[in-house]
Each structure stands twice: as structure tokens, then as C-alpha cells.
């Protein structure tokens, strides 16, 4: 097995001036690194899923509003807050659905109003430990969140995932697919089914390039084509990742997430949903109250074709989530331990 910690998804750059990010838009067919040195370059990367995942979206995030505030000329705590909170406020909308983004922003703003008190330069430098602080703390939350579900599986299981929850989606190994790391590095021989996950294909240039990369044993296959490989007993275990999670359990995730989990309900497969209690939302009561993205229509229109394959008159419905409700999770898995959301969610 290749080490997939090879793989850097989200780093600052030696100088610390720049948020160093590998292209997700360029896999599988480069590896290619960029520098991000302004708040114009952090947003654009974050909407246009150049870096995606919401862990990996909030490690991209503290470490670049430190990046911005290293470029912030103040005098004063006050001229510094308030560019500070509009570098903030601006890096906030670029990806309204994963909560780790505004967490980790909101993580760092914290930071700042509890030193008032210190000089400017003061105030960059412990933004800067924060910043490695969320990223450290992401790495062995997934860890934990890997030796949690692995309890869970058995080697030689069949496991099907649906969009990129792995290496590339946060610092180290993965939420989903941190399992199936650690089972590689301890024989456990798992087959993997991943969705390719239309429209953006995450599961096919993504989870595929990582999962192969590392030599794990993965077939891709298309969206409509899970309920096909779970009625032949070619999977035991759905695992997923999320974006956020109500306090009531419901889950949201990549469009096409709540099929997959109907379709392990009916064939009496576990469903479980896999994520670092940074991504629970207790100040979302359901799935009901999840504000869901809607993405350009080219995406499913000509994105990924030498030619637009629809009519140019033709409405498009492009919702980026879906919610799964907790009736319909087996368990979530975060780096805490194992819970049944159908028990009435999570307590505040």
C-alpha cells in the first residue's frame, strides 16, 4: 500500500504566506498544486471545489484568514477586528451547507476577540497556532473516527461508498474511507464499490484515483447502479460521510446520499455516516432547516462533455445535497464514538 499521507490536500507554504491546496478540478489526470495568497484566491478555490470536504474546507479556511491577516495594516485592535471580520464574513459564503467552514472561522474570530489586548502582530501569530491547532486536531479526529467504525466491520466486507469522504476531504485518511485505510494496513482485504456521484463525479476522480492510488481493491460504478451490486451480496456496509448533522441526526451530504440510504434500508445493509463532531449543527434542529447549495446547470448540462447533452431549453434542477433522515442511519461515527441518531439525535 502506498502511504496516501503522501498526498498534501491543504498545507501553508513554507513561508507561511501563501495556502498551498492540491486541485481536486485536475484529478485524476494531475496532481497539481496551488498557491493562495488573498481572500479572492480562498474563495474561488472553495466555491469551485478545487479544495472540498468539509473538514478540509475549514482546515483551508483558518489557514487562510491567517494568511489574510498577516496581510492586515492596523495600528489598533479595532482597524485589525474590523478588516479581520471582513476577510471573515467574506470567506463565510463561499460554501453556505458545510458547517466546518464557519466553525473553523468562527474558531479563529474567537481567537482574536479573547486577545484584544495584544499587539497586532501578537494577534497574527496565535491565529497562526490556532490554525495548525484545527488542522492537528482534524488529523486525529479521523483517526479515531477510522478505529471507531473499523470495531464495526469485518475483513473481506464489500463496502460501498458515495462521494469523496477520504484522504483528500481533510488532513489525514479520511472520515468514510478512514476505515478501509486503516483495514488495508491491517489485511483486513476490504472490496470497495464506489458511486461515481453525478454531477460532479467526485466519487470517479476522486475516491477512485485515491482508493487505487493506495492499492486498495475498488470497482467504480454509476450512480443507478448500487442497488444492482447490493442485491447480488456484493456489500455489507454503506459508508458515508457529511457535511452537516442536525441535532436531531439527520444528515446532510452529496446529492444522492438519501437513495443510497433507502436502497441499504431495503436490502437490510448497515448505513453508516462517518464525521468529526465539528460537523454537528446544534444550532440546527432537522434536516428540514439545512440550507441546501444549488449549483450552476452546466454541471450537469456540458460540464464533463465535448458537447452540451440536453436541450438548451431545458430546466435544470442542480440541488449540490440531499438530506438523509435519522431514521435511516444505522450510526454516526464520530472521533467521540458510536451513536444511534434514531434515538432522538444528540444532546446539547
Known amino acids: 500500500m502506498k502511504n496516501i499521507t503522501d498526498l498534501k490536500t491543504v498545507r501553508l507554504s513554507d513561508d507561511q504566506n501563501a495556502v498551498v491546496i492540491l486541485d481536486q478540478t485536475r484529478l485524476p489526470a494531475e496532481e497539481c498544486y496551488l498557491e493562495l495568497t488573498s481572500a479572492e484566491d480562498i474563495w474561488d478555490a472553495i466555491y469551485k471545489l478545487k479544495v472540498r470536504g ?131 494496513e491491517r489485511g483486513y482485504g476490504f472490496k470497495v464499490f464506489a458511486d461515481e456521484t453525478r454531477p460532479l463525479l467526485q466519487g470517479a476522480r476522486l475516491t477512485a484515483y485515491e482508493l487505487n492510488r493506495a492499492g486498495v481493491d475498488v470497482t467504480l460504478i454509476c450512480d443507478n447502479m448500487a442497488s444492482s451490486v447490493m442485491q447480488k451480496g456484493w456489500v455489507q456496509a454503506v ?13 446532510a451530504n452529496k446529492i444522492g446520499t438519501s437513495g443510497v440510504a433507502i436502497l441499504a434500508r431495503h436490502y437490510g445493509i448497515p448505513f453508516y455516516v462517518l464525521g468529526p463532531t465539528s460537523t454537528i449543527d446544534m444550532q440546527c434542529p432537522d434536516g428540514k432547516s439545512i440550507v441546501i447549495e444549488e449549483r450552476d446547470p452546466a454541471e450537469v448540462t456540458e460540464m464533463w462533455y465535448m458537447h452540451r447533452m440536453a436541450p438548451k431549453d431545458v430546466k435544470i434542477f442542480n440541488p449540490a445535497f440531499d438530506v438523509t433522515p435519522n431514521e435511516l442511519i444505522t450510526a454516526i461515527i464520530t472521533e467521540k464514538g458510536i451513536f444511534n441518531p434514531a434515538n432522538g439525535g444528540f444532546e446539547s
Open 54 to 184: 468539509a473538514p478540509a474546507i475549514g482546515v483551508a479556511a483558518a489557514y487562510g484568514i491567517y494568511v489574510c491577516s498577516r496581510q492586515i495594516e492596523a495600528g489598533s485592535f479595532d482597524e485589525f477586528y474590523t478588516a479581520f471580520r471582513r476577510v471573515k464574513e467574506y470567506l463565510a459564503g463561499s460554501r453556505p451547507t458545510a458547517v466546518n467552514l464557519v466553525a473553523a472561522l468562527n474558531r479563529m474570530e474567537k481567537v482574536v476577540l479573547e486577545n484584544a489586548s495584544e499587539t497586532v502582530p501578537a494577534l497574527v501569530e496565535l491565529l497562526h497556532k490556532e490554525s495548525l491547532a484545527i488542522r492537528e486536531e482534524d488529523a486525529a479526529a479521523c483517526r479515531r473516527i477510522g478505529e471507531h467504525c473499523l470495531s464495526l466491520l469485518r475483513p473481506g466486507m464489500g463496502i460501498l461508498t458515495h462521494c469523496n469522504a477520504g484522504h483528500l476531504a481533510v488532513s489525514e485518511y479520511g472520515t468514510a474511507l478512514a476505515p478501509v485505510y486503516l483495514g488495508e
Open 239 to 251: 459508508i458515508v460521510g457529511c457535511d452537516r448533522i442536525a441535532a436531531n441526526g439527520d444528515i
